[in-house]
Structure formats: structure tokens, C-alpha cells
């Protein structure tokens, strides 16, 4: 199972938006809506941010959404603020009854 | 409050064995889906195994099948994840999560435990 891919790195300036993009196959992302997006801070473990696609957990801010078009998903985050500089994964269950994750994606708040 | 907290990693030769521990507080562990995740030193996240409620459905990703078994004792709200055969390419830190729903949502986190292999 091949790692679902997600650009290396974004960035934008407080107050901006940006989209993180997670691009699998027909037998992962496209297939179903359980796709989740983490947030992982230097030395600490990944925190879940959303999850079946556009669903937010409780505690997380309003600022971060998702969504999907056939085989990419993608987290938006909105007003970007300092604290929100981490990385990204993505991940998808499988046809294969499997998780698979993406590469991850490196946030710089500028 | 919601716990995980793993222990067992350490340093271990290649083709050796070792046994992590991942004990839970906090919510009834046998109603939950429980998942090994690792992360290789300035890498991604690699989902690993995971195993239900009652201990008698599991699932493995590829690169760790026929080595490494996932298991779990409700009693003592704890799962287990034995490593055998270890390669240098299992180093990692390795986390369990909990999984709310049958297909992942991995809502807690430990704070994880390192393996290295190495001679």
C-alpha cells in the first residue's frame, strides 16, 4: 500500500488560509469517507484535527475544516495564527481493511 | 480522562524480540478499537497493526506481517504488540491510539516509546 501523497511543505502569513492537499487511489481515499487529518507538534504525538472527511472533534478550533473530491482530500485552515506551525498527515482505511498515512506536509507560519 | 501510555521500547540487536506494552485509563478498552502506529526518526507517520474490542480480529500492514503481533488483555486494559525478528528499518518510536469507530478516527494518542535496532 503506497503512502497517500501530500506536499512537503506550505506556508502563509498570519491571518491567511491555506489547503493542504492528500491524494490517494479509488481503493483509499476515493472509495469511502473515512479519511482523518492529525496535527503533530516537534517531539510530541499527533493530535486528531478532523475526521470522516469534514468532521471536527471536540476542542478543535472552527478555523480548521475538510473536505474531498473523488481521491483528494484536502484541510483548509482558516486565520492562520503561530500556533497552528506543525505537521500534517492525512490518513484513509483501505479496501484492504488497512490505514494507510500520507507523507505529511510541514506548516510555516511566516 | 482518556490515557494511553506506552512502555517496552529500548534498544535491541537486529533479529532480536521485544514486547510493547500500551496501558489504558480512562474508558472501558474492550468497547475500542486499539492501533499501533509508528514514526522513523524525522518521518512520517506508518500505521502498524490494530486489533477489536474483543482480541479476535486483527489486520497488519504488509512490511510487518509474520513479524510483529498485535495483542490485547482486557483485564488488565492493556495491548500488546510483540516484535520479532527486528530489522535496522524498524526503528521508530511507536505509538497505540484508540480508534472510536470500527474504521479508525484515532482520537488518543500516546506519548509513545522508541525502539532502535541496532548492533
Known amino acids: 500500500q503506497s503512502a497517500l501523497t501530500q506536499p512537503a511543505s506550505v506556508s502563509g502569513s498570519p491571518g491567511q488560509s491555506i489547503t493542504i492537499s492528500c491524494t490517494g487511489t479509488?481503493?483509499?481515499?476515493?472509495?469511502?469517507?473515512?479519511v482523518s487529518w492529525f496535527q503533530q507538534h516537534p517531539g510530541k504525538a499527533p493530535n486528531l484535527m478532523i475526521y470522516?472527511?469534514?468532521n471536527r472533534p471536540s476542542g478543535v478550533s472552527d478555523r480548521f475544516s475538510g473536505s474531498k473530491s473523488g481521491n483528494t482530500a484536502s484541510l483548509t485552515i482558516s486565520g492562520l495564527q503561530a500556533e497552528d506551525e506543525a505537521d500534517y498527515y492525512c490518513t484513509s482505511f483501505t479496501r484492504s481493511n488497512t490505514w494507510v498515512f500520507g507523507g505529511g506536509t510541514k506548516l510555516t507560519v511566516l | 480522562e482518556v490515557q494511553l501510555v506506552e512502555s517496552g521500547g529500548g534498544l535491541v540487536q537486529p533479529g532480536g524480540s521485544l514486547r510493547l506494552s500500551c496501558g489504558a485509563s480512562?474508558?472501558?478498552?474492550?468497547?475500542?478499537?486499539m492501533h499501533w502506529v509508528r514514526q522513523a526518526p524525522g518521518k512520517g507517520l506508518v500505521w502498524v497493526a490494530r486489533i477489536n474490542g474483543a482480541g479476535n480480529d486483527r489486520s497488519y500492514a504488509e512490511s510487518v506481517q509474520g513479524r510483529l503481533t498485535i495483542s490485547r488483555d482486557n483485564a488488565k486494559n492493556t495491548v500488546y504488540l510483540q516484535m520479532n525478528n527486528l530489522r535496522a528499518e524498524d526503528t521508530a518510536v511507536y505509538y497505540c491510539a484508540r480508534g472510536n469507530s470500527g474504521y479508525g478516527n484515532f482520537d488518543y494518542w500516546g506519548q509513545g516509546t522508541l525502539v532502535t535496532v541496532s548492533s
Open positions: 479509488s481503493s483509499d481515499v476515493g472509495g469511502h469517507n473515512y
Open positions: 480512562g474508558f472501558t478498552s474492550s468497547g475500542y478499537w
Open positions: 470522516e472527511v469534514d
